[in-house]
């Protein structure tokens, strides 16, 4: 009996130490993640309802050195990679006033009586050495301000408000305490996210390059009845704001001919969302698209059926109340495979998010969920993937890969949308082709459209047509976001 007790103890001390050890090495990692580079990745958020840009102040003469050749749009962002202790000061550019290096004019004063002497309104900011730093832009004029928020600043409101009750006394000892254990997880948490995200590019690789690897093991099995037809389920993975599904034979092989034979004509390159709220040719996009139109009168046609039931499944497991008015056409996509020996550029698409993907506010009128239906599938390559979630999809006839990246919803009184938005899970990618054909039919699908405000009012960036053009009075064209 005494041996049994002393070899208990022993485990159990043997146990505490390896847990401890463990413990130890990956606070001292993360610790050494944060602290041995300067370097950190800054995220500025517009939510002014100007137009803004960026500048460095330069040490140690404190010059104006611009970071944007155009400017950031209202609810757009601009991500820069900076140093700890480099100050920067985000400009409001409005029509009256001239931007503080005194050489870019953001208007044509031209036609002006008198030349304009204000200097725009700015606000200052100095990058920290925390981590997960945003600079949030909001108000205007004497409002205008530029807030930064890190991981160590949000645990910092955290606390204030956990501790809204607590004794005055006990509260700053208890604050300290908690900073510290729960710092080191947030720390814990930012290492995480480092590893999925350098790991993404590898797993990428890796299962697009596997052309035997099979469809990822799912979390659930159900069914969807619909119009008295039952289809199989597989949820493939779950979180709050995004969530991917497989659903066994959603098209029929008559949708498939009648979209084929619609798109057929109008087959062109396809393209991408581009920096402007455009969209442009991309090294990122090989493959052949045509739009076709849901005839919206026609309730019997395959495309309309094909339409209203893939918004029947939307509204089924979500909470989004879409409508099939306003809506994006339907995409039909074509990536063709040049052999297994051949050295030309293959047809794919590189990950990619559909809609917003990183975690910002939802934007009105902007897209929440996609369904890709495959119509023809290749013989090798040609998967979905969703490297960020760990999920691969081997495709098969007639299957569609459902997905959304928006949380709940909640319409407010004058019928816009809002909710958050995904933090990267529903990044994606088309594989590429290696051998036969893949046709694919895409449904991009939005909320906050309607017949009156649909789709293309918008633009890719989720920004109203109209409020662009508005802003580029301002500036006399210029185009919007990037980085020097
Ligand atoms: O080709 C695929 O599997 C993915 C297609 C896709 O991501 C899209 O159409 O948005
Ligand atoms: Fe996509």
Redesign the pocket.
């Known amino acids: 009996m005494a041996i049994l007790i002393i070899m208990i103890r022993v485990c159990i001390r043997i146990w505490v130490t390896l847990t401890l050890f463990l413990l130890l090495t990956l606070s001292f990692t993360s610790v050494c993640v944060s602290s041995t580079s300067t370097a950190r990745k800054i995220v500025i958020r517009n939510k002014s309802p100007s137009l803004i840009t960026l500048y460095w102040i330069s040490i140690p003469k404190e010059d104006y050195v611009r970071q944007q050749t155009s400017v950031t749009y209202p609810l757009d962002r601009l991500n820069i990679n900076s140093f700890v202790n480099h100050t920067f000061a985000a400009v409001e550019i409005t029509k009256d006033c001239v931007l503080p290096d005194g050489v870019t004019k953001p208007y044509d004063d031209s036609k002006l009586k008198s030349p304009i002497k204000n200097i725009c309104t700015e606000s200052r900011f100095t990058v920290t050495p925390n981590t997960d730093q945003i600079i949030l832009v909001t108000g205007t004029g004497s409002k205008f301000l530029a807030v930064l928020d890190d991981d160590v600043s949000r645990l910092r409101s955290l606390l204030d408000e956990a501790f809204e009750n607590c004794e005055e006394d006990g509260k700053e000892c208890l604050r300290q305490n908690l900073e510290v254990t729960v710092g080191s997880l947030l720390k814990k948490n930012t290492l995480e996210k480092t590893v999925r995200e350098s790991m993404a590019p590898l797993i990428e690789d890796y299962t697009c390059a596997d052309s035997k690897i099979s469809t990822s093991p799912p979390l659930q099995n159900t069914t969807w009845t619909h119009n008295g037809v039952t289809r199989d389920v597989s949820v493939l993975f779950k979180s709050d704001n995004a969530e991917v599904h497989i659903i066994k034979e959603f098209i029929s092989p008559e949708e498939c001919a009648a979209i084929e034979k619609r798109s057929a004509k109008s087959l062109h390159k396809a393209t991408v969302a581009s920096s402007d709220g455009g969209s442009e040719f991309s090294e990122n996009r090989k493959a052949l698209q045509a739009s076709v139109k849901v005839p919206l009168d026609s309730p019997s046609d395959p495309v309309y059926l094909l339409s209203s039931r893939i918004y029947d499944y939307t509204n089924a497991h979500t909470n989004y109340n879409l409508t099939m008015e306003g809506q994006e056409d339907i995409m039909s996509i074509q990536y063709k495979g040049c052999g297994v020996n051949c050295e030309e550029k293959r047809d794919r698409?590189m990950p990619?998010c559909?809609g917003e993907c990183g975690g910002d506010e939802y934007l009105s009128g902007s897209r929440v969920a996609?369904v890709v239906i495959y119509c023809k599938v290749p013989e090798i390559g040609g998967g979905t993937n969703f490297a960020k979630s760990n999920i691969h999809i081997k495709p098969e006839a007639g299957m569609a890969t459902w997905f959304r990246y928006v949380g709940d919803m909640t319409t407010l009184e004058d019928g816009t949308v809002t909710g958050a938005s995904d933090s990267g899970y529903s990044e994606?990618s088309g594989c590429p082709v290696i051998e036969g054909e893949k046709k694919i039919v895409t449904q991009w699908m939005r909320a906050g459209v309607n017949a009156e405000e649909p789709w293309d009012s918008f633009n890719t960036k989720g920004l109203k047509k109209m409020d662009v053009e508005k802003f580029k009075e301002i500036t006399g064209g210029w185009g919007g976001g990037e980085e020097l």
Do not use: N, S
Request: proline letters at 0%; a negative charge.
């Open positions: 698409y990619h559909d996609t994606h």
